[in-house]
Each structure stands twice: as structure tokens, then as C-alpha cells.
């Protein structure tokens, strides 16, 4: 997402500072993923019956922060990997 952030800011020949990008970035992070959660909480309480509602909810939080764990992990690796490939020195 921050990716595609900067180059959609950056498309039309003007470029913007690195503050204002990752001032962007977290604006739309701190909006998105509380929003997100609470509709998916939402949902989830509404399909599940009152009984269940608490441990579902529980594994939801569970493999919600796996995600966050491991997502970042493999992305960095995988940036690695092709970096590596097509021989591309980006720092």
C-alpha cells in the first residue's frame, strides 16, 4: 500500500518530500486498520452464535497477529530474493 502511495503521488511528474509520504502512510494505516477490524469483528459476532462469539473473536485476534508478524518477515525476504535476482541496488 505505501508502495502504490508514492507512485500514484509521484505520477504525475511531481514529487513529494519524505515526510509528507510517510505522514501519508500512517494517516492511512491509523484509519484503516481500525475500521477494518471493527467491520470484520462486526460480522463475525453477527454470524456466530452468542456462545461461540468469544472464541472466535479470539482466533481472529490470533491470526490477525500472526499476520503482522510473519507478513512483514516474508515480504522483507521476498524483496531480498528479487533484489537479489535482478541484481537491483536500491540503497
Known sequence: MAAGLYARMTANGKTITEVQYWSATLCLYSLGYPLSSALSYGMLSKIMGPADQGAMIGWQQVAGSVARITGPIWAG???????????????
Open 77 to 91: 525476504e521476498m524483496f531480498s530474493v528479487r533484489a537479489k535476482k535482478e541484481k537491483v541496488d536500491f540503497f
